[in-house]
């Protein structure tokens, strides 16, 4: 446990991924609140940070691509004069930068034999653990509790005028839209895009709502499928917003219809009424806290499997209908 906390700077290597890094709010919450620290800083990669801008229990963002990421985060935890890092990637890697920058207190878990570069460590789950108790456990090393605390974004004063003028820009007015993302990083998380096409146009037409996709680079094919097949109803602007932008549509959304995906979770930390469904990843671990996210799942056998390929034609997404999306969005607004 932390002593004298008031007095400590804590630098903590974030995650890459944009569900992950949202989970790791509710921690420096707690270390802000619980254990007074005097300043955090998170270090992580330009695809995420847009997560932790805002937030009043963040003091400095450190943004470094994955290509400088060691060089760079070396240099500023050996100059930065940290008492504490908290090491959330599980990596060997991760664990030796503040070891070798000397850092008193390093926190972690133990894997890739690194447990003798941390100073404080717990052994990995060897059970199914929610993201949260995950990080939460960590927190239990530094004497605060973040369990119970749900993650959340945060918008700095000026984005309020920011977001009016985007929506006002895109012609949308607030609560009259439901934002879609019809992509993600993994194929057996991809709901059919048929699919996806007539829940556009049962929004349409059943609740009088624009829908708008988001999303990244990536997605920008299968927006332009979905927006094809729902005959034009829906707008496709994945790619052509930061996750930053992608946020103020989520703040002013009626709603969110989505795979299970990294914008998943922010939509749900926003605490906006979300739509997704589980079928190969595990609810357990990652499922959104919020109460006003609905989790759809079709329970077939092999469900969950983890895996990124599938040999029962997907089944677990196929159980997924139309019917049931819409009468949740409906049970939601």
């Known amino acids: 446990m932390i002593n004298n906390v008031s007095r400590n700077k804590i630098a903590i290597l974030g995650l890459k991924r944009i569900g992950d890094a949202i989970y790791t709010l509710p ?12 300043h955090i800083t998170v270090f992580t990669e330009p695809q995420v940070a847009a997560i932790y801008e805002a937030n009043p229990f963040v ?5 470094f691509r994955k290509s400088d990421f060691w060089q760079h985060t070396l240099a500023q935890l050996k100059s930065g004069q940290f008492d504490v890092c ?9 664990a030796l930068l503040p070891f070798l920058a000397r850092i008193p207190m390093r926190v972690g878990y133990i894997k890739e034999g690194r447990g003798w570069l ?3 460590k717990l052994p990995l789950p060897t059970s199914v653990t929610h993201r949260l108790e995950h990080n939460a456990r960590l927190g239990d090393l530094l004497g605060v509790d973040a369990r119970g605390i749900l993650p959340q974004i945060y918008l700095a004063e000026k984005e309020t005028q920011q977001s009016q003028d985007l929506l006002k820009h895109l012609g949308l007015v607030a609560g009259g839209y439901v934002v879609m993302v019809v992509g993600s990083i993994s194929p ?4 059919f895009h048929d699919r996806f096409a007539e829940v556009v146009k049962r929004i349409a037409v059943e609740l009088k709502l624009t829908v708008i996709i988001v999303g990244g680079p990536d997605d920008v094919e299968a927006g332009a499928s979905v927006m094809h097949l729902s005959n034009g109803l829906a707008r496709n602007l994945a790619g052509r917003t930061s996750l930053r932008e992608t946020i103020w549509l989520m703040r002013s959304a009626a709603a969110m219809v989505t795979n299970d995906t990294g914008p998943m979770h922010v939509a749900s930390a926003i605490g906006i009424p979300t739509i997704t469904w589980y079928g190969a990843a595990n609810e357990d671990e990652i499922a959104p806290p919020s109460p ?3 989790i759809l799942n079709a329970r077939v056998p092999c469900s969950p499997c983890v895996k990124e390929s599938c040999a029962h034609d997907l089944i677990c997404l196929k159980g997924i209908t139309p019917d049931m999306v819409m009468n949740a ?5």
């Open 188 to 191: 057996t998380r991809r709901w």
């Open 59 to 63: 003091d400095d963002i450190q943004v």
């Open 86 to 94: 908290i090491v959330l990637h599980n990596a060997f890697k991760y």
């Open 292 to 294: 006003r996210t609905t």
């Open 118 to 120: 941390l100073t404080h």
């Open 27 to 38: 921690l420096m919450e707690a270390l802000k609140q619980q254990g007074n620290v005097a």
């Open 329 to 333: 969005l409906k049970a939601t607004l």
